[in-house]
């Protein structure tokens, strides 16, 4: 499983950017896929996640804000990040894993990171 994100930037306080991940081949089906951010100084954390079933995982931090989907026939998945603040500046992972308690905890598969910059 090969996973390539992109999309990230700086951008201000209450603006928005859409991170895209591209996984190699049609995974969807067998794997679920997530978000994972760290910021500087601090531990990788859980962002969201999307099951292969559909339903939907976000971290506390997010929840309102972010949105999780998917491009079945393209094999992408975004993330939406509305009303941003400066303490979501970070590198966001995508990540796969074929176990849905894997992709909430420490995912199989990482793709490489993006810098998002939030500034005030």
């Known amino acids: 499983v090969q996973l390539q994100a992109s999309g990230g930037g700086l951008v201000q306080a209450g603006g928005s950017l859409r991170l895209s991940c591209a996984a190699s081949?049609?995974?969807?089906?067998?794997?679920?896929m997530g978000w994972f951010r760290q910021a500087p100084g601090k531990e990788r954390e859980f962002v969201a996640a999307i099951f292969w079933s559909g339903r939907l995982n976000y971290a506390d931090s997010v929840k309102g804000r972010f949105t999780i989907s998917r491009d079945v026939a393209k094999n992408t998945v975004f993330l939406q990040m509305n009303s941003l603040k400066p303490e979501d500046t970070a590198v966001y992972y995508c990540?796969?894993?074929?176990?849905?308690?894997?992709?909430?905890?420490?995912?199989?598969?990482w793709g490489q990171g993006t810098q998002v910059t939030v500034s005030s």
């Open positions: 990540a796969a894993d074929p176990a849905p308690g894997g992709i909430t905890s420490l995912p199989l598969y």
């Open positions: 081949g049609r995974i969807f089906s067998s794997h679920h």
